[in-house]
């Protein structure tokens, strides 16, 4: 049956742009002569909407991008805005409206990807990290700013309600997975309240789940693992904070921040979910045609992924296999590296 995919693209600023172009050629390029086709619509944010027109993201934006099945973002940020106006006021602001409550952070160990272990062994797991609670709900403040008496709060918030939804995600994807293990990463020896909530929460769906073997590792201890045993871990599931740092990480011992997929999903489809690399905007070489557009393409894959579209997802992730064994360590601008996944996805 042909299908329409209506995808909202924000390709924001820096190597933004430049990335989400070669997004959108590998897109093209996997569903060309199939009977899905998709209706791009652009939406001007970031630095420069911000410079001309002082807006981040209007009620009418989020309205209009809502009505949209995706969202393909390539990032935001520059040095001429103040830091956290786009950050919070755009992309927080996106995740928390459109409940994007479960982060969804791939990471995979290629073959022949250069890593910072000596011997990783084979790398496969996902993190799912609540996107919605936490320390980064903005329940806080600050009193008597810049005196000796300064107060400044910054409040975990972590509901049943909330716990229990990213939770049932990360079995359910657990139990697609073929190792069908899920870690639970938290730190309930001292943060007792919110860590207690997850435990209970982790053993009572677990009762669901009979085939899904769970461990549990203390955020502290999650860090060595990943370093020294990165291969034991399946799915991880964990809170907004711990998942924002051990992210980075897990991207860091797979290949950088180059091929760093995610997306921050709506699993009930209420809302449009939304795809991106891990990376920022990286001024420092926008314009240059230096942007590995590698981790956006994969983010391609994610999008399709969770469209319904699991065979079109593969052929993208297959083509980045197959491109990274090929590499021989000379340089390509960012489109040849987009015209190389192209062909091979088409091919
Ligand atoms: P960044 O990820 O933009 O850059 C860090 C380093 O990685 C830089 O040296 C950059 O050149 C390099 N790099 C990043 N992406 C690359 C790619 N695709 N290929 C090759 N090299 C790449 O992080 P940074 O510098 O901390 O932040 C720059 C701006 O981006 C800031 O305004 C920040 O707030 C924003 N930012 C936005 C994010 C988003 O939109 N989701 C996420 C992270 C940062
Ligand atoms: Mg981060």
Redesign the pocket.
Known sequence: MARTIRLAVIA?????PE?VAEGIKVLDAVLAGSDVSVERTEFELGAKRWHDTGETLTDEDLAAISTHDAIL???????T?P?GV??RGL?LKLRFALDHYVNLRPSVLYPGVPTPLANPGDVDFVVVREGTEGPYTGNGGALRVGTPHEIATEVSVNTAFGVERVVRDAFARAQARPRKKLTLVHKHNVLVNAGHLWRRTVDAVAEEFPEITVDYAHVDAATIYMVTDPARFDVIVTDNLFGDIITDLAAAITGG??LAASGNVNPDGAFPSMF??????????AGKS???????VLSVALLLEHLGLPEQAQRISNAVTSDIVSRDGSARSTVEIGDALAARVAG
């Open positions: 924001g600023d820096g190597i933004g990335v973002l390539g990032a935001v940020g520059d040095p805005v830091s786009l950050e992309l921040i180059g991106e690399p891990v990376h920022g905007s990286a001024p420092d070489i230096l942007a590995d557009p590698t981790a956006t």
